[in-house]
């Protein structure tokens, strides 16, 4: 495994370091340099690669400054526009970083934008806005029928796949997964143990699928509790598992 460590920026986002023992690492989604420039210098650490997930600011912001630092190749989704892009991803592609030991899959995750992508390898999954902890990105330019799709493949990854997302958004949608299903214990459980986290001024991301399957309604489309909520917030019966999810985005959008 490779080690990780979140770098935070702006008021929630989460900029990751994927590292190895000889203090080289690859940047995730620097939205903003700054942050990133002092975490490298303080810890006398070598950038290797940028590795971004979306065209939104604060994923790619800074991507322009680090390379006035640094000559280093920039990966992005083949469908979006990139700042100093030097890969082009899509799904089907693979990428191995050589002076870390680490690869990554790409697969296209479309919903929060129409071209995101997301890098999975060494048990890890670099999702950006399409999955948080115990929720999903908004919809800005894609449909429910995507992010469903999106979110059923990334369902499909192993249940100890680590999940590291972009925003430290957990607690708010704890509380939402708690008005879907007010019975579920994990939820309860995942809260309590949230809460403790941020206490400490500790990030609640990653974590697991595992623990996504448990608690976050997006993935749970099929259960029977999330389906009744999201029928009784519709007022009528929904046909299909798009149409709950749509739903309950539309809900957690106004929540």
Known sequence: MPEISAVPAFRDNYIWLIGNNDNRVAIVDPGDAVPVLEAVAERQLEPAAILTTHH?????????????????????????????????????DTITLDSL???????????????????????CLFIGDTLFMSGCGRLFEGTA?????????????????????????????????????????????????????REQNRPTVPGSLAQEKATNPFLRVRE??????????????????????????AWKDSF
């Open 145 to 197: 029928a995507q992010m469903h799709d999106s979110l059923e493949k990334v369902a499909s990854l192993p249940d100890e796949t680590q999940i590291y997302c972009a925003h430290e958004y957990t607690l708010a949608n704890l509380r939402f997964a708690h008005a879907v299903e007010p019975e579920n214990k994990a939820i309860e459980e995942r809260t309590r143990a949230s809460q403790a986290l």
């Open 101 to 123: 030991g680490v690869s990554f899959d790409i697969l296209d995750v479309p919903g929060h934008t129409a071209g995101h992508i997301a890098y999975y390898g060494e048990g």
């Open 56 to 92: 939104h600011a604060d994923h790619v912001g800074g991507v322009n400054q680090l390379l006035e630092h640094y000559h280093i190749p920039v990966y992005g989704p083949a469908r979006e526009s990139i700042p100093g892009r030097t890969d082009a991803l899509k799904e089907g």
């Open 224 to 249: 029977h509790a999330v389906v009744q909520a999201a029928e009784a917030r519709a007022g009528h019966a929904l046909k299909d598992d798009v149409e709950v999810f749509a739903t309950l985005r």
